[in-house]
């Protein structure tokens, strides 16, 4: 059974605070995403890696960073948590584009993060 | 730029009824397109795709429609059953592009 696993279900931080959102796979995926879901927006893209020290940005990376240090391991970091950051954050894994006829990606469970 | 939208922010159907989520999208190059299925405080699960060299694809009560010169595609689901009431995203991918795009959602409701 694949698996994506969200250190977090809820955290609540306060403004200015520095906040890690850590999130493994175990099924051994090169691709792994950073997404936010707020109402009306959908889901849109923060970061992404598709390889162990290799990021891209998203949509919207303003405010937030990002570390791949090993290869089932993707975690967000927020420097300085504001209260715009509040939010559904949703990681993902996926195959590299190509290797697969199915390319769908996989999330986790998803961390709600307030900022007080 | 939303190049993938979902105009309908919610929907109502009652059980046993035929449920149409539809969506457009703008930009010509997608090649694979994908619906999720989200419930409340957990993380979307995917439900059904479609290569752009269809214009169906069936699993199930699940079908997906797409319509490549208008550029849109739709999920139908029939019959609606209690359990479909979540929050369903379209979502499409370009040819080698590593990264998904999503539209806004749509939340279904079932009614008894």
């Known amino acids: 059974d694949v698996k994506v696993t969200q250190s977090s279900r809820y955290l609540v931080k306060r403004t200015g605070e520095k906040v890690f959102l850590e999130c493994v796979q175990d099924m051994d995926h090169e691709n792994m995403f950073w997404y936010r879901q707020d109402p009306g927006l959908g889901l849109r893209l923060i970061y992404f890696s598709y390889d162990v020290k290799m990021k891209e940005k998203g949509d919207i990376p303003e405010g937030y960073s990002v570390s791949r240090e090993k290869k089932e391991r993707f975690s967000l970091i927020l420097e300085s948590a504001s209260t715009n950051q509040t939010s559904m954050y949703l990681c993902?894994?996926?195959?590299?584009?190509?290797?697969?006829?199915?390319?769908?990606?996989?999330f986790g469970q998803g961390t709600r993060l307030t900022v007080v | 730029d939303q190049q993938v939208k979902q105009n309908s922010p919610s929907l109502s159907v009652q059980e046993g009824r035929i449920s149409i989520l539809n969506c457009d999208y703008t930009n010509s190059m997608f090649d694979y397109f994908l619906w999720y299925k989200k419930y409340p405080a957990e993380g979307p699960t995917f439900l059904i795709s479609?290569?752009?060299?269809?214009d169906k694809n069936e699993d199930g009560r699940f079908t997906v429609f797409l319509n490549k010169s208008a550029k849109h595609l739709s999920l139908h689901i029939v019959p609606s059953q209690p359990g479909d009431s979540a929050v369903y995203f379209c979502?499409?991918?370009?040819?080698?592009?590593?990264?998904?795009?999503f539209g806004q959602g749509t939340r279904l409701t079932i009614n008894p």
């Open positions: 479609i290569s752009s060299i269809k």
């Open positions: 979502a499409a991918k370009i040819p080698g592009a590593q990264k998904l795009v």
């Open positions: 993902a894994s996926s195959p590299p584009a190509g290797t697969h006829m199915n390319t769908e990606a996989f």
